[in-house]
């Protein structure tokens, strides 16, 4: 009997990324964030927590945005933290393309309409069907900390069978 080909990688995008992800995803739509973000990173770097940061635009970028998110999961990454400013489509975007909880954060950035309020609204104003949890502007670490507690949910938490211990 033929053996079948070997399938190829369901997305090109794969090919970049560690074919095992992080627990947390973190998306930024803007190296401009960058800043804005890190202490989401912080935060879990202190809870042992593994994660990686991405630099993808929903708007400049919004194939790539469709990859890392799709194949977020297969990876074994369990929560997505998508940050972005002015008109951020990015955590919505990141949902529709994905399961997995998905904890936007709003960014204040140089372009902002007062101080990121048109980011605030932009991600908590998700159309029903496609929610994603909304921490405050610039809400990076409460967005971390989130996402612990949801990691805290599912047996998946550094501790506990499967994964590595942390000083918690
Ligand atoms: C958003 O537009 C980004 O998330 C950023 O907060 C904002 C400005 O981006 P840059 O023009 O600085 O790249 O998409």
Do not use: F
């Amino acid at each position: 009997m033929p053996m079948p080909e070997e399938s190829p990688l369901p997305l090109p995008v794969l090919e970049d990324y560690d074919e095992v992800g992080p627990l947390v995803g973190i998306i930024i739509g803007s190296e401009s964030d960058r800043e804005a973000i890190e202490p989401a990173g912080i935060e879990l770097d202190e809870r042992g927590i593994s994660w990686e940061l991405r630099v993808l635009s929903a708007h400049r970028d919004p194939r790539a945005v469709a990859e890392y998110a799709s194949t977020a999961a297969l990876r074994g990454t369990r929560v997505l933290i998508a940050g972005a400013g002015m008109a951020a489509a990015l955590p919505g975007v990141v949902a529709a393309y994905t399961d997995l909880p998905v904890i936007g954060v709003p960014l204040t950035s140089s372009k902002s309409v007062m101080g990121g309020l048109d980011a605030l609204l932009s991600i908590v104003q998700m159309p029903p069907g496609v929610p994603v949890a909304c921490v405050s502007v610039n809400g990076a670490r409460n967005a971390a900390i989130l996402a612990a507690k949801i990691l805290a949910q599912g047996g998946g938490y550094p501790g506990t069978p499967g994964r590595p211990t942390a000083e918690l």
